[in-house]
């Protein structure tokens, strides 16, 4: 879910790119502190088609009645252009992968919670006015379930944040001496929040088939790419390093519930330092369309098409 490394830059350079990163965090942070208008639906829903609940086709592929999408920005945003429904603090687009998934054959009703800032809590608390817990889309008849949640809990913003103010040289130290720690008690604690949420899905909707799905990589595994250059080195290997983890946690927090984990294949050689045409992820938006350091249009239909290719 992260960034990428090295060499030196120029300080016009490092200055556009802590702008665009410090715009990127204050657009995801922003999104808990705004309320939709009055006329927003606090959940986006769509009637379901003329089909039973939760059977199977003529070609053997699974159906849905009732899907519920539940999440974050990774699960709520779409193309930056694109048309947004429900709370317009969420911007919960009609193109991020739920949307998509739900013009599959498969599905019949699809009610979209999702919102952008989302943490564990919010799945059973308000996140903001006028957006009540996202368990409340979950019914008893609900028979298909996606989630993306861990991010935020993992203190992303604050992450993205620091790297969009931090040069390479900088006196102060890096991101990793200033928030190390406090991201990795955060990780520590995040499979026990995982687990509560597991247990609240399936109090609500016992029936239901749960696909969680992983967050695609910003940051390539190896090399370099010019946007973070300004990186620090330590900061570049962190990075990769928490995605890697939060990655682990959340696929394991999947299996320890029977959830289907997915992440999109050859999403790591799809990063945000790929050509434009390959992106999955981009940092700025700007040749994507997309917001920034979130899926691109590419990143969300690759996951909705890795997602109904499990039914």
Excluded at 64 to 87: E, M
Excluded at 274 to 300: I, K, L, N
Aim: hydrophobic residues 35%; contains cysteine.
């Amino acid at each position: 879910m992260l960034l990428s490394s090295s060499s030196n830059s120029s300080s016009g350079h490092l200055a556009r790119r802590a702008a665009l990163v410090t715009g990127a965090t204050a657009l995801t942070l922003a999104l808990g502190a705004c309320s939709g208008s009055d006329d927003d639906d606090n959940a986006t829903t769509h009637p379901a088609t003329d089909r039973d609940s939760s059977s199977t086709n003529q070609a053997g592929a699974e159906e849905f009645g009732r899907y519920v999408a539940l999440g974050d920005s990774f699960a709520a945003f779409g193309g930056s252009v694109d048309p947004t429904t429900g709370p317009a603090a969420c911007m919960r687009s009609t193109s991020g992968y739920p949307s998509l998934i739900a013009e599959a054959p498969a599905i019949g009703e699809f009610v979209d919670a999702t919102c952008g800032g989302a943490t564990t809590v919010d799945m059973t608390q308000a996140q903001m006015a006028d957006t009540p817990p996202q368990f409340d889309a979950l019914t008893a008849d609900t028979d298909l379930v996606t989630l993306s949640i861990g991010g935020n809990d993992m203190k992303f913003g604050a992450i993205v944040q620091c790297i969009g103010r931090t040069s390479r040289d900088a006196a102060d130290g890096t991101c990793h001496d200033r928030l190390g720690e406090t991201v990795s008690q955060a990780l520590d604690a995040l499979p026990a929040s995982l687990d509560e949420v597991y247990r609240g899905i399936g109090e609500r909707a016992p029936e239901a088939r749960v696909i969680t799905t992983a967050y695609m990589p910003l940051v390539p595994a190896h090399g370099f790419c010019d946007f973070v250059s300004g990186m620090s080195p330590e900061d570049v290997t962190w990075v990769r390093e928490i995605t890697e983890r939060i990655n682990t946690i959340t696929g394991e927090a999947a299996a320890r519930a029977g959830a289907t984990f997915v992440m999109p294949p050859g999403a790591e050689e799809h990063h945000a330092c790929a050509p434009v045409a390959g992106r999955y992820t981009d940092f700025t938006g700007h040749e994507t369309s997309s917001h920034p350091m979130h899926p691109t249009g590419a990143g969300q239909r690759a996951m909705a098409e890795a997602v109904i290719a499990t039914f």
